[in-house]
Protein backbone atom coordinates (compact mmCIF):
# COMPACT_ATOMS: atom_id res chain seq x y z
CA UNK A 1 0.00 0.00 0.00
CA UNK A 2 1.17 3.60 -0.84
CA UNK A 3 2.36 5.55 2.23
CA UNK A 4 2.15 9.29 1.98
CA UNK A 5 4.23 11.09 5.10
CA UNK A 6 3.20 14.94 5.02
CA UNK A 7 5.40 17.76 6.90
CA UNK A 8 2.94 20.42 7.58
CA UNK A 9 2.17 23.03 10.12
CA UNK A 10 -1.39 23.20 8.68
CA UNK A 11 -2.00 19.49 8.91
CA UNK A 12 -6.15 19.90 9.04
CA UNK A 13 -5.99 21.05 5.29
CA UNK A 14 -5.87 17.56 4.53
CA UNK A 15 -9.12 16.94 5.42
CA UNK A 16 -9.84 18.38 1.51
CA UNK A 17 -8.94 14.89 0.40
CA UNK A 18 -9.55 12.66 2.83
CA UNK A 19 -13.00 13.87 3.72
CA UNK A 20 -14.78 13.23 0.45
CA UNK A 21 -14.40 12.09 -3.73
CA UNK A 22 -11.84 9.42 -4.76
CA UNK A 23 -8.91 10.21 -2.39
CA UNK A 24 -11.81 9.40 0.63
CA UNK A 25 -12.95 6.51 -1.25
CA UNK A 26 -9.24 5.33 -1.49
CA UNK A 27 -8.50 5.99 1.88
CA UNK A 28 -11.32 4.06 2.83
CA UNK A 29 -10.35 0.98 0.53
CA UNK A 30 -7.06 0.83 1.92
CA UNK A 31 -5.02 1.92 -1.50
CA UNK A 32 -3.13 4.34 0.75
CA UNK A 33 -2.31 5.78 4.17
CA UNK A 34 -1.52 8.98 5.15
CA UNK A 35 0.33 10.24 8.03
CA UNK A 36 1.01 14.29 9.02
CA UNK A 37 3.31 15.98 10.91
CA UNK A 38 3.87 19.46 12.21
CA UNK A 39 6.80 20.23 12.97
CA UNK A 40 5.94 22.17 15.86
CA UNK A 41 5.93 19.06 17.80
CA UNK A 42 9.51 18.62 17.37
CA UNK A 43 10.70 21.92 19.04
CA UNK A 44 12.13 22.12 22.46
CA UNK A 45 11.18 25.67 23.16
CA UNK A 46 7.87 27.34 25.07
CA UNK A 47 7.02 29.06 21.57
CA UNK A 48 7.25 26.15 19.60
CA UNK A 49 9.54 28.01 17.59
CA UNK A 50 9.53 26.79 13.95
CA UNK A 51 10.74 29.82 11.93
CA UNK A 52 13.18 32.51 11.97
CA UNK A 53 14.62 35.55 10.38
CA UNK A 54 16.96 35.06 6.81
CA UNK A 55 20.49 35.55 7.49
CA UNK A 56 21.30 38.39 5.21
CA UNK A 57 18.08 40.02 5.48
CA UNK A 58 15.30 40.30 3.19
CA UNK A 59 11.12 39.82 3.79
CA UNK A 60 9.60 37.10 5.87
CA UNK A 61 10.47 33.90 7.48
CA UNK A 62 12.12 30.72 6.72
CA UNK A 63 11.30 27.40 8.37
CA UNK A 64 14.12 26.33 10.27
CA UNK A 65 16.22 23.53 10.18
CA UNK A 66 16.25 21.87 13.50
CA UNK A 67 12.54 21.11 13.91
CA UNK A 68 12.54 19.70 10.26
CA UNK A 69 15.42 17.32 10.14
CA UNK A 70 14.39 16.17 13.46
CA UNK A 71 10.99 15.61 12.39
CA UNK A 72 12.35 13.85 9.02
CA UNK A 73 14.08 11.84 11.35
CA UNK A 74 11.18 10.43 13.34
CA UNK A 75 9.50 9.56 9.67
CA UNK A 76 12.37 7.97 8.63
CA UNK A 77 12.13 5.80 11.88
CA UNK A 78 8.37 4.41 10.65
CA UNK A 79 9.31 1.70 8.15
CA UNK A 80 12.72 1.84 7.59
CA UNK A 81 13.34 -1.21 5.28
CA UNK A 82 10.33 0.82 3.07
CA UNK A 83 12.65 3.59 0.43
CA UNK A 84 11.56 6.86 0.78
CA UNK A 85 11.06 9.50 -1.78
CA UNK A 86 11.07 13.03 -0.18
CA UNK A 87 9.80 15.52 -2.62
CA UNK A 88 9.68 19.68 -1.93
CA UNK A 89 6.83 21.54 -3.33
CA UNK A 90 7.86 24.60 -4.47
CA UNK A 91 7.91 27.03 -7.31
CA UNK A 92 11.55 26.59 -8.04
CA UNK A 93 10.60 22.97 -8.79
CA UNK A 94 10.37 21.21 -11.84
CA UNK A 95 6.56 21.22 -13.17
CA UNK A 96 4.77 18.40 -12.86
CA UNK A 97 3.52 16.73 -15.32
CA UNK A 98 0.72 13.62 -15.46
CA UNK A 99 4.41 11.31 -16.59
CA UNK A 100 5.81 12.00 -13.63
CA UNK A 101 2.46 11.66 -11.71
CA UNK A 102 2.66 8.32 -13.56
CA UNK A 103 6.33 7.54 -12.47
CA UNK A 104 5.35 8.35 -8.99
CA UNK A 105 2.24 6.33 -8.89
CA UNK A 106 4.31 3.34 -8.69
CA UNK A 107 6.45 3.96 -5.65
CA UNK A 108 5.55 2.44 -2.21
CA UNK A 109 6.31 5.72 -0.26
CA UNK A 110 6.30 8.82 -0.45
CA UNK A 111 6.98 12.12 1.94
CA UNK A 112 6.13 15.61 1.06
CA UNK A 113 7.86 18.85 2.40
CA UNK A 114 5.24 21.85 2.63
CA UNK A 115 6.99 24.84 3.32
CA UNK A 116 5.18 27.93 4.16
CA UNK A 117 6.57 31.79 4.57
CA UNK A 118 9.16 32.50 2.56
CA UNK A 119 10.28 29.07 2.21
CA UNK A 120 12.96 26.53 4.22
CA UNK A 121 16.51 26.63 5.51
CA UNK A 122 18.42 25.73 2.08
CA UNK A 123 20.44 23.20 4.40
CA UNK A 124 17.39 21.53 4.83
CA UNK A 125 16.59 20.80 1.18
CA UNK A 126 20.55 19.42 0.62
CA UNK A 127 20.20 17.30 3.44
CA UNK A 128 16.87 15.82 3.09
CA UNK A 129 14.98 16.46 0.01
CA UNK A 130 15.23 13.81 -3.12
CA UNK A 131 13.04 16.29 -5.62
CA UNK A 132 12.01 19.57 -5.79
CA UNK A 133 8.44 20.36 -7.64
CA UNK A 134 6.12 23.01 -8.72
CA UNK A 135 2.67 22.16 -9.74
CA UNK A 136 2.68 25.32 -11.98
CA UNK A 137 4.76 28.88 -12.45
CA UNK A 138 2.45 30.72 -9.98
CA UNK A 139 2.89 31.35 -6.22
CA UNK A 140 0.37 29.89 -3.67
CA UNK A 141 0.42 30.86 0.13
CA UNK A 142 2.15 27.13 1.00
CA UNK A 143 2.79 23.97 0.09
CA UNK A 144 -0.49 22.11 1.37
CA UNK A 145 -2.55 22.54 -1.64
CA UNK A 146 0.49 21.78 -4.26
CA UNK A 147 0.76 18.49 -1.78
CA UNK A 148 -2.54 17.70 -2.16
CA UNK A 149 -2.81 18.25 -6.04
CA UNK A 150 -0.01 15.89 -6.69
CA UNK A 151 -1.65 13.10 -4.05
CA UNK A 152 -4.50 13.32 -5.38
CA UNK A 153 -3.18 12.70 -9.12
CA UNK A 154 -1.22 9.59 -8.06
CA UNK A 155 -3.90 8.26 -6.29
CA UNK A 156 -6.31 8.37 -8.90
CA UNK A 157 -3.40 6.00 -10.52
CA UNK A 158 -3.28 3.50 -7.71
CA UNK A 159 -5.33 0.44 -9.02
CA UNK A 160 -9.13 -0.06 -7.64
CA UNK A 161 -9.26 3.92 -7.43
CA UNK A 162 -11.43 4.77 -10.32
CA UNK A 163 -14.36 2.70 -11.21
CA UNK A 164 -13.77 0.93 -14.50
CA UNK A 165 -15.39 3.92 -17.03
CA UNK A 166 -13.32 6.80 -15.54
CA UNK A 167 -10.03 4.67 -15.85
CA UNK A 168 -11.33 3.77 -19.21
CA UNK A 169 -11.42 7.79 -19.70
CA UNK A 170 -8.19 7.98 -17.74
CA UNK A 171 -6.31 6.16 -21.08
CA UNK A 172 -7.89 8.91 -22.93
CA UNK A 173 -5.51 11.06 -21.24
CA UNK A 174 -2.92 9.12 -21.12
CA UNK A 175 -1.69 9.47 -24.84
CA UNK A 176 -0.33 13.02 -24.49
CA UNK A 177 -3.63 14.75 -25.82
CA UNK A 178 -6.27 17.05 -24.51
CA UNK A 179 -9.50 15.65 -24.12
CA UNK A 180 -12.39 16.06 -26.70
CA UNK A 181 -15.19 17.43 -26.48
CA UNK A 182 -18.24 15.71 -24.75
CA UNK A 183 -21.77 15.73 -24.73
CA UNK A 184 -25.48 15.17 -22.82
CA UNK A 185 -28.90 15.15 -22.64
CA UNK A 186 -30.60 17.30 -24.15
CA UNK A 187 -29.83 16.43 -27.54
CA UNK A 188 -30.45 20.52 -28.43
CA UNK A 189 -30.61 23.13 -26.04
CA UNK A 190 -30.64 26.96 -26.68
CA UNK A 191 -30.90 26.37 -30.53
CA UNK A 192 -27.33 24.23 -30.21
CA UNK A 193 -27.21 20.43 -31.18
CA UNK A 194 -25.29 17.23 -30.37
CA UNK A 195 -22.56 16.84 -33.28
CA UNK A 196 -25.04 13.95 -35.27
CA UNK A 197 -21.97 11.71 -35.60
CA UNK A 198 -22.02 10.75 -31.64
CA UNK A 199 -25.78 10.62 -32.12
CA UNK A 200 -25.17 8.24 -35.04
CA UNK A 201 -24.21 4.39 -32.71
CA UNK A 202 -21.86 3.90 -35.08
CA UNK A 203 -18.63 3.36 -32.55
CA UNK A 204 -16.17 3.51 -35.05
CA UNK A 205 -16.82 7.01 -36.87
CA UNK A 206 -17.46 8.40 -33.03
CA UNK A 207 -13.77 6.93 -32.22
CA UNK A 208 -12.27 8.50 -35.01
CA UNK A 209 -14.16 11.85 -34.12
CA UNK A 210 -12.94 12.00 -30.49
CA UNK A 211 -9.83 11.21 -31.56
CA UNK A 212 -9.70 13.68 -34.54
CA UNK A 213 -11.42 16.63 -31.89
CA UNK A 214 -8.32 15.57 -29.29
CA UNK A 215 -5.61 16.72 -31.94
CA UNK A 216 -7.30 19.75 -33.08
CA UNK A 217 -7.72 20.96 -29.72
CA UNK A 218 -4.19 20.03 -28.88
CA UNK A 219 -2.79 21.61 -31.99
CA UNK A 220 -4.56 24.85 -31.34
CA UNK A 221 -3.91 24.96 -27.53
CA UNK A 222 -1.27 23.47 -26.67
CA UNK A 223 1.09 22.42 -30.10
CA UNK A 224 3.88 22.05 -27.13
CA UNK A 225 1.97 18.84 -25.94
CA UNK A 226 2.80 17.47 -29.55
CA UNK A 227 6.54 17.69 -30.13
CA UNK A 228 6.41 14.70 -27.28
N1 LIG B 1 3.86 26.93 -7.33
C1 LIG B 1 4.14 25.96 -6.42
N2 LIG B 1 4.36 24.65 -6.71
O1 LIG B 1 4.60 24.03 -5.54
N3 LIG B 1 4.55 24.88 -4.52
C2 LIG B 1 4.27 26.09 -5.01
C3 LIG B 1 4.09 27.33 -4.25
O2 LIG B 1 3.68 28.31 -4.86
N4 LIG B 1 4.40 27.43 -2.91
C4 LIG B 1 4.25 28.72 -2.23
C5 LIG B 1 5.49 29.06 -1.46
N5 LIG B 1 5.85 28.00 -0.53
C6 LIG B 1 6.99 28.36 0.31
C7 LIG B 1 8.22 28.75 -0.49
C8 LIG B 1 8.46 30.07 -0.77
C9 LIG B 1 9.58 30.39 -1.51
C10 LIG B 1 10.44 29.40 -1.93
C11 LIG B 1 10.12 28.09 -1.64
N6 LIG B 1 9.02 27.78 -0.92
C12 LIG B 1 6.05 26.72 -1.23
C13 LIG B 1 4.86 26.33 -2.04
Request: proline share 7%; with cysteine; glycine share 8%.
Amino acid sequence: MLRFDVISIFGEMFSAITAQGISAKALDKGLYELAVWNPRDFTHDRHRTIDDRPYGGGPGMLMMYEPLRDTFKAINQQQPEQPNHTIYLSPQGQPLTQQRVAELATLPRITLLCGRYEGVDERVIENFVDEEIAIGDFVVSGGELPAMMLMDAVIRLQPGALGHQDSARQDSFSDGLLDCPHYTRPEVVDGKAVPPVLMSGNHAHIAKWRYEQQRQRTQARRPDLLNN
